[in-house]
Each structure stands twice: as structure tokens, then as C-alpha cells.
């Protein structure tokens, strides 16, 4: 089962900030947050791990509130490079190394 | 960073028509790759986890025997479309992980191939 990603788009001017969430039914070992340009391959941003552990962009934070099985990702102060559609992608504990993408967010950042 | 590369980035074929699609990591040893499909404003919906040097694990849906995967090395898996149909058209994309350099599990993903079925 797909985790659930929201809002689906999102536009900003440069600048603003927003927030992408990605919620899962079943217990997560770690979240892995992805970028793909049209027409591209994804590019790896960040992976939360349960417990705590992080590792990934400078410029982009997230967070992993094991609670609630939900991962956040935030943009500040977008830029023009942030365009794209963002992927979340689950690893749940018992499903070994695999990951489950949730729906995208498409995002795009305005002059 | 770790690097995938895929070939070829694109394909046109007839119908009925067998494609082969490798999948090879540049800089690192990759014991496990990953391919995807991905049709437009969709999200990647993963087909099989190939594992180097034994048979691939298919998920729920896909058929082993249109979807042939061979992990014949740590560097190398390829991806066999057999008898090609028009539903097959899609972009395809492999990952791999470098488990040596990182015990994480971030995959690093190929340029990925478009695969167009006429």
C-alpha cells in the first residue's frame, strides 16, 4: 500500500517556504525523500531513519514523527531549482530493502 | 556520489518485439538493484529487486516471464521486455544501493529508459 502524499501541487513564488507530508499505514524503519525533474531520474535528497538519524541535503530539512508514522519535508526559502515533483518513499520494517513511493507532490517555484 | 547508468535511454520497437535494458553501477559494487516503471505524472511502482547472482524477486503483478531480469554481476543487471506490447510503453528506471560506502539505504537511481511500443 502506497503512503500518502500531500498537498499533490504545490506553487510558490521564490523565496516562500512550504511543506510536503507523507503519511504511511504500517510502521517505518526509514523515509527517503526524492526529486525528479520532467523527464528525468530521481535524485536522492534526504532518508530519515527510525530513531532519529538523518542524512541528506544541507539546504533541505525534514522530520520523522514515528508516532504518527509521518515524514515532513521542507522547503525554505524556495528557490527556482526546487521545481519538480517530490517523491517520498517508505521503507516499512518488515518489507526488507525495498521502498514504496507514495503519489508525488508536484511542486513549482515562480519568479 | 554514487553513479547508475542505464542503456539505452531510449527505445522505439514493433510490437511482438524483445527489448533489453541494462542497468550498471559506475563506481561501486551494487549486490541489489531495483527497477521501476513509471508512466507520465505517476508515481515509480516497483516491478522486481534483482539480486546479483540469484533469481529476481517480482512484486505482485508483474509477470517474470514478459519482465526477464538477469543480475549476471555486481555492477551489471539487465531488464528483458519479451514480446513487447503498446501497454508496455513506459519510462523504465533502475537504482542500486552502495552498501559498502554507506550503511544507509539511499538508492541511487539510473538515467532511466523510455520505452516506446508501436
Known amino acids: 500500500q502506497q503512503p500518502v502524499q500531500s498537498p499533490q501541487a504545490v506553487i510558490l513564488r521564490e523565496g516562500e517556504d512550504a511543506v510536503i507530508n507523507c503519511s504511511s499505514s504500517?510502521?517505518?524503519?526509514?523515509v527517503h525523500w526524492y526529486r525528479q525533474k520532467h523527464g528525468e531520474a530521481p535524485v536522492f535528497l534526504m532518508i530519515l531513519l527510525k530513531g532519529g538519524e538523518q542524512k541528506g541535503h544541507d539546504k533541505i530539512s525534514a522530520s520523522f514523527n514515528e508516532k504518527k508514522q509521518q515524514s515532513s519535508l521542507y522547503l525554505t526559502a524556495s528557490q527556482l531549482s526546487y521545481s519538480g515533483t517530490y517523491f517520498c518513499?517508505?521503507?516499512?520494517?518488515?518489507?526488507?530493502?525495498?521502498?514504496?513511493f507514495g503519489g508525488g507532490t508536484r511542486v513549482l517555484v515562480k519568479p | 556520489g554514487a553513479v547508475v547508468s542505464q542503456h539505452p535511454s531510449r527505445v522505439i520497437c514493433k510490437s511482438g518485439t524483445s527489448v533489453k535494458i541494462e542497468c550498471r553501477s559506475l563506481d561501486f559494487q551494487a549486490t541489489t538493484m531495483f527497477w521501476y516503471r513509471q508512466f507520465p505524472k505517476q508515481s515509480l511502482m516497483l516491478m522486481a529487486t534483482?539480486?546479483?547472482?540469484?533469481?529476481?524477486?517480482?512484486e505482485q503483478g508483474v509477470e517474470k516471464d514478459k519482465f526477464l531480469i538477469n543480475h549476471a554481476s555486481l555492477t551489471l543487471s539487465t531488464l528483458t521486455v519479451t514480446s513487447a506490447h503498446p501497454e508496455d510503453s513506459s519510462f523504465y528506471i533502475c537504482s542500486a544501493r552502495d552498501i559498502v560506502a554507506s550503511s544507509y539505504n539511499e538508492q541511487f537511481f539510473g538515467p532511466g529508459t523510455r520505452l516506446t511500443v508501436l
Open positions: 534483482s539480486n546479483e547472482g540469484s533469481k529476481a524477486t517480482y
Open positions: 504500517k510502521a517505518l524503519y526509514s
Open positions: 518513499g517508505t521503507e516499512w520494517i518488515a518489507a526488507g530493502n525495498k521502498l514504496t
